[in-house]
C-alpha cells in the first residue's frame, strides 16, 4: 500500500456500515462515498462549481489569476454519522490519503489510489486534511495540484484535463480490504480556446442588428459573442487582448439556421465593422473573426423596400419566425437589404 496518513475519527454503527454502496462511476467523475453526506467546493475566484459541489470548473483566465494568487483549492466532504452519540465508540473510522490524480477529459480509466504502488497517484502530506465536527477537509495549492510553476503556463500549454482529490474512507480498518471506500472532489482545467465562428452576412437597423454565423465546431461552445466598431479593426485577436472584453454583446443565435439577432445603439446611414467570438463552458473566448462590414438602415426605409420585394411578414424589421420559414425569411431580408442600399447610393 502507498505510504499515507491515517487519521482517526469516531465511527458509524454497524446498521450504516450495512448501506450499499454505489456503482463505480466513470473515473472522470468524481466519486461519492455513501459514507460522504454532502461535498462542497470553495469558490476558486470565478471558476464554475456544479450543482453536486464536487467539481470546479476554470478556464484560462481564471486559472491565470489564481496560479499568480497561489491559491487554494479545497474540498470539504460531510460525514455525520460522526456525531452521532448512539455509534460513538463503537469501532474507530480512519481516513486515508488524500491523494490526487489527473486524466484528459473523455479519459474513463478507473482509478483507486489505495492499489499498490499506483503511478497515477500522489499522495498529499497530512496538512493537507483536516477533520473537525464532521467534516473532512482536503486543501491543496492549485499550483500542485495542476504542477505549473507559474501563471504564463495557463495560456500556453493548451490542456484540458480533469485533477481529481481522493480521500479514503477505512470503516474497520481489520476489514479494510472489503469495506473501504473513498470519495473525490475534481477540477476541471480546461485551457483550450474555442475556434472562432465565422460571420457570413449581416444587416442592422439602428437599435437591431442580424447575422449568419458559421458556428464553430467545439461541442463546448455556450454562447457566441459580437464586438461592433465605427472603424475597421484586425480580426485574430482577442477580445481581452484589446481591451475590448467588456464591450462584447451576446447573440441570440439560432443553432439550426445560424441566424442570430442582437440590439444595438448605431446611427442610421452608417457603416459598422462585426467581428464574432465564441465562448466555451469554462468561459474562455476564441479570438475575434475577421470583421464584417455591415450597413446601418434606417428602418422604414427597409421596410419599404421589404414590402416592394414581396415581403408578407407583418411585425416590422424586428420580427422573428419559427421553424423552417427563418431561413427563408432572413435571405428575403438580405436580398432586400441589398438592394434598397443599392438603389440609394446609386440616386445621390
Same mark, same amino acid.
Given at each position: 500500500? /502507498?505510504?499515507?496518513?491515517?487519521?482517526?475519527?469516531?465511527?458509524?454503527? #454497524?446498521?450504516?456500515?450495512? #448501506?450499499?454502496?454505489?456503482?463505480?462511476?466513470?473515473? %472522470? *467523475?468524481?466519486?461519492?462515498?455513501? $459514507?460522504?453526506?454532502?461535498?462542497?467546493? #470553495? *469558490?476558486?475566484?470565478?471558476?464554475?462549481?456544479?450543482?453536486?459541489?464536487?467539481?470546479?470548473?476554470?478556464?484560462?483566465?481564471?486559472?491565470?489569476?489564481?496560479?499568480?494568487?497561489?491559491?487554494?483549492?479545497?474540498?470539504?466532504?460531510?460525514?455525520?454519522?460522526? !456525531?452521532?452519540?448512539?455509534? $460513538?465508540?463503537?469501532?474507530?473510522?480512519?481516513?486515508?490519503?488524500?491523494? *490526487?490524480?489527473?486524466?484528459?477529459?473523455?479519459? !474513463? !480509466?478507473?482509478?483507486?489510489?489505495?492499489?499498490?504502488?499506483?503511478?497515477?497517484?500522489?499522495? $498529499?502530506?497530512?496538512?493537507?486534511?483536516?477533520?473537525?465536527?464532521?467534516?473532512?477537509?482536503?486543501?491543496?495549492?492549485?499550483?500542485?495540484?495542476?504542477?505549473?510553476?507559474?501563471?504564463?503556463?495557463?495560456?500556453?500549454?493548451?490542456?484540458? /484535463?480533469?485533477?481529481?482529490?481522493?480521500?479514503?474512507?477505512?470503516?474497520?480498518?481489520?476489514?479494510?480490504?472489503?469495506?473501504?471506500?473513498?470519495?473525490?472532489?475534481?477540477?476541471?482545467?480546461?485551457?483550450? %480556446?474555442?475556434?472562432?465562428?465565422?460571420?457570413?452576412?449581416?444587416?442592422?437597423?439602428?437599435?437591431? /442588428?442580424?447575422?449568419?454565423?458559421?458556428?464553430?465546431?467545439?461541442?463546448?461552445?455556450?454562447?457566441?459573442?459580437?464586438?461592433?466598431?465605427?472603424? %475597421?479593426?484586425?480580426?485574430?485577436?482577442?477580445?481581452?487582448?484589446?481591451?475590448?472584453?467588456?464591450?462584447?454583446?451576446?447573440?441570440?443565435? !439560432?443553432?439550426?439556421?445560424?441566424?442570430?439577432?442582437?440590439?444595438?445603439?448605431?446611427?442610421?446611414?452608417?457603416?459598422?465593422?462585426?467581428?464574432?467570438?465564441?465562448?466555451?463552458?469554462?468561459?474562455?473566448?476564441?479570438?475575434?473573426?475577421?470583421?464584417?462590414?455591415?450597413?446601418?438602415?434606417?428602418?422604414?426605409?427597409?421596410?419599404?423596400?421589404?414590402?416592394?420585394?414581396?415581403?408578407?411578414?407583418?411585425?416590422?424589421?424586428?420580427?422573428?419566425?419559427?421553424?423552417?420559414?427563418?431561413?427563408?425569411?432572413?435571405?428575403?431580408?438580405?436580398?432586400?437589404?441589398?438592394?434598397?442600399?443599392? %438603389?440609394?447610393?446609386?440616386?445621390?
Amino acid at each position: 500500500m /502507498m505510504n499515507s496518513k491515517k487519521w482517526a475519527l469516531a465511527l458509524l454503527g #454497524a446498521g450504516a456500515l450495512g #448501506a450499499t454502496p454505489v456503482a463505480e462511476a466513470e473515473a %472522470r *467523475t468524481p466519486r461519492r462515498s455513501p $459514507l460522504v453526506q454532502d461535498t462542497q467546493a #470553495a *469558490t476558486l475566484g470565478t471558476a464554475l462549481i456544479s450543482d453536486d459541489g464536487a467539481t470546479i470548473t476554470a478556464g484560462i483566465k481564471v486559472c491565470s489569476k489564481q496560479i499568480e494568487e497561489n491559491s487554494q483549492v479545497k474540498f470539504s466532504f460531510t460525514t455525520t454519522y460522526a !456525531n452521532d452519540d448512539a455509534v $460513538l465508540g463503537d469501532a474507530e473510522q480512519f481516513f486515508e490519503g488524500p491523494y *490526487t490524480y489527473e486524466l484528459e477529459r473523455e479519459a !474513463n !480509466n478507473a482509478i483507486n489510489c489505495r492499489e499498490d504502488e499506483n503511478p497515477d497517484c500522489q499522495t $498529499l502530506s497530512e496538512d493537507a486534511l483536516t477533520i473537525a465536527d464532521g467534516v473532512a477537509e482536503v486543501e491543496v495549492a492549485l499550483r500542485d495540484l495542476v504542477g505549473f510553476s507559474n501563471a504564463e503556463l495557463c495560456e500556453t500549454e493548451g490542456t484540458d /484535463m480533469e485533477h481529481f482529490v481522493q480521500l479514503h474512507i477505512l470503516p474497520n480498518t481489520t476489514t479494510v480490504a472489503t469495506e473501504a471506500d473513498y470519495t473525490e472532489g475534481r477540477v476541471i482545467m480546461d485551457l483550450i %480556446r474555442p475556434d472562432a465562428p465565422i460571420p457570413d452576412e449581416g444587416v442592422s437597423t439602428a437599435s437591431k /442588428m442580424q447575422l449568419t454565423v458559421q458556428v464553430a465546431e467545439a461541442e463546448d461552445v455556450s454562447g457566441y459573442f459580437a464586438l461592433i466598431s465605427t472603424e %475597421r479593426f484586425e480580426g485574430g485577436q482577442l477580445p481581452s487582448e484589446m481591451g475590448r472584453e467588456d464591450e462584447l454583446v451576446p447573440i441570440n443565435l !439560432n443553432m439550426t439556421t445560424g441566424v442570430g439577432q442582437f440590439g444595438v445603439d448605431l446611427e442610421e446611414g452608417t457603416k459598422v465593422y462585426v467581428a464574432v467570438a465564441s465562448r466555451d463552458e469554462a468561459k474562455n473566448y476564441s479570438v475575434l473573426s475577421e470583421p464584417l462590414e455591415v450597413d446601418v438602415v434606417p428602418t422604414e426605409d427597409f421596410w419599404d423596400y421589404y414590402v416592394g420585394a414581396g415581403g408578407s411578414e407583418t411585425g416590422g424589421y424586428g420580427c422573428t419566425s419559427t421553424g423552417g420559414s427563418s431561413t427563408s425569411l432572413w435571405t428575403l431580408l438580405v436580398a432586400t437589404m441589398v438592394l434598397g442600399v443599392g %438603389r440609394r447610393r446609386f440616386t445621390r
